[in-house]
T-cell receptor, first 119, second 116 residues
């Protein structure tokens, strides 16, 4: 596997289910991101991890719970979702951005996404 | 807060012709990056082209070029000699230069169809 992979590619779940989305990057990066892509709306940044530490939580409801056990893996745990949470969830990775110092640009590489449908 | 606006939800172009996608943004920052991303039907988002705001010269990548107008806060993408493989959603995005959290701000996207 190369680049950024996501599993599963498609997921259908009921509002009372618990499921997890998985992201894995094979690029040697140390920052990872979750984005939500809803129809007719811009991509929304949900969470950012750098060196396995969460550095951004963009006002995301607690029914979404991220986990970053190491720099190569990122999970999004889902619990009691709502139908409006149906969307494409994209994972991305990059090199760290030199927190606290003048940064250089580090390109984000995206995975193919998980299409989530909440019934 | 920064915002990015793409006013063209859908566009189409004939193969081999040229098409321009529009993007405007709003920011009080002086130094920043602008991007165009492509998301084909397979859904893997890939970077097409990048522009640093402090550079006056417009970025080019093969058939892709931008028209960056900093004062007007405009950042359009021109695709020359369009190919069927260019069919995709195109997103304009903004990032602060002094990056905090790698935060990309995306526009709503433009769906481009290249017709044979």
């Amino acid at each position: 596997e190369t680049g950024v992979t996501q599993t599963p590619r498609h997921l259908v779940m009921g509002m009372t289910n618990k499921k997890s989305l998985k992201c894995e990057q094979h690029l040697g990066h140390n920052a990872m991101y979750w984005y939500k892509q809803s129809a007719k709306k811009p991509l929304e940044l949900m969470f950012v991890y750098s060196l396995e530490e969460r550095v951004e939580n963009n006002s995301v409801p607690s029914r979404f719970s991220p986990e970053c056990p190491n720099s190569s893996h990122l999970f999004l745990h889902l619990h009691t979702l709502q139908p409006e949470d149906s969307a494409l969830y994209l994972c991305a990775s990059s090199q760290d951005w030199n927190r606290g110092r003048v940064s250089s640009y580090n390109e984000q590489f995206f995975g193919p996404g998980t299409r989530l449908t909440v019934l | 807060a920064q915002t990015v606006t793409q006013s063209q939800p859908e566009m189409s172009v004939q193969e081999a012709e040229t098409v321009t996608l529009s993007c405007t943004y709003d920011t009080s920052e002086n130094n920043y990056y602008l991007f165009w991303y492509k998301q084909p039907p397979s859904r893997q988002m890939i970077l097409v082209i990048r522009q640093e705001a402090y550079k006056q010269q417009n970025a080019t990548e093969n058939r892709f070029s931008v028209n960056f107008q900093k004062a007007a806060k405009s950042f359009s993408l021109k695709i020359s000699d369009s190919q069927l493989g260019d069919t995709a959603m195109y997103f304009c995005a903004f990032m602060k230069h002094y990056n905090q959290g790698g935060k990309l701000i995306f526009g709503q996207g433009t769906e481009l169809s290249v017709k044979p």
